[in-house]
Nanobody
Framework: QVQLVESGGGLVSAGGSLGLSCAAS????????IGWFRQAPGKEREFVAA????????YYADSVKGRFTISRDNAKNTVYLQMNSLKPEDTAVYYC????????????????WGQGTQVTVSS
């Protein structure tokens, strides 16, 4: 079981930037991805971005493309989400999660959810 801990949320004005971190516990898995999701009040949780650990391939939701960047630090077992040009609609609790990656880069179900970190963007 992988444990994930998010950090870095906060309050920022529209147009500003924030960086989130997702630190993973030690494990021996080699083919997996770490994803970021968010959930705004009254809305369902939605996919934001993910990164395939083996080669660093990033995946983004259309709503954040060009504004958010996902990256990883192998040595620290940590994934980062750099969020620029933030909008009030980016306000949500952000979670990271773990998924195995199978044949053909097929992602399994995301699990091992972190506790979440609040991001609030004021207009």
């Amino acid at each position: 079981q992988v444990q994930l801990v998010e950090s870095g949320g906060g309050l920022v004005s529209a147009g500003g930037s924030l960086g989130l971190s997702c630190a993973a516990s030690e494990h021996t898995f080699s083919s997996y991805a770490i994803g970021w999701f968010r959930q705004a009040p009254g809305k369902e949780r939605e996919f934001v971005a993910a990164i395939k650990w083996s080669d660093g391939s990033p995946y983004y939701a259309d709503s954040v493309k060009g504004r958010f960047t996902i990256s990883r630090d192998n040595a620290k077992n940590t994934v980062y989400l750099q969020m620029n040009s933030l909008k009030p609609e980016d306000t949500a609790v952000y979670y990271c999660a773990f998924a195995f990656v199978g044949v053909g880069d097929h992602f399994g179900d995301f699990g091992s959810w972190g506790q979440g970190t609040q991001v609030t963007v004021s207009s």
